[in-house]
């Protein structure tokens, strides 16, 4: 099993800044695929930002240079600091992880998630 539990979210201010953090557990390896995910009111969540279990790193385009994804060595807690928040940042956050697959890019979609936790920029 893996468990994985996000927290961090909450009310910002435009141009604010949040960290969030995802605690994992379970089967989870150096070699795992972690990632974050977003969900607007719609019907399919959306990359934000994955590690691959090479290393890899992989930003949706209206992230990048505002977010940054980032693991700690033992792949037990995955961060995202999100820098000059906007509005339509506003969604809820998931973690998720795959130990089954190195590559957690476009095109892949994990196999285990968190809870989701809540940003609201406004």
């Known amino acids: 099993h893996v468990q994985l539990v996000e927290s961090g979210g909450g009310p910002v201010q435009p141009g604010g800044s949040l960290i969030l953090s995802c605690a994992a557990s379970?089967?989870?390896?150096?070699?795992?695929?972690l990632g974050w995910y977003r969900q607007f009111p719609g019907v399919e969540r959306s990359r934000v930002a994955s590690?691959?279990?090479?290393?890899?790193?992989h930003y949706h385009d209206p992230v990048k240079g505002r977010f940054t994804i980032s693991l700690n060595n033992t792949k037990k807690a995955l961060y995202l600091q999100m820098t000059n928040l906007r509005p339509d940042d506003t969604a809820m956050y998931y973690c998720?992880?795959?130990?089954?697959?190195?590559?957690?890019?476009?095109?892949?979609?994990?196999?285990?998630w968190g809870q989701g936790t809540q940003v609201t920029v406004s």
């Open positions: 590690i691959g279990g090479d290393g890899t790193i």
């Open positions: 998720a992880a795959d130990p089954l697959s190195q590559y957690c890019g476009p095109g892949y979609w994990p196999r285990h």
């Open positions: 379970g089967t989870v390896d150096s070699q795992t695929c």
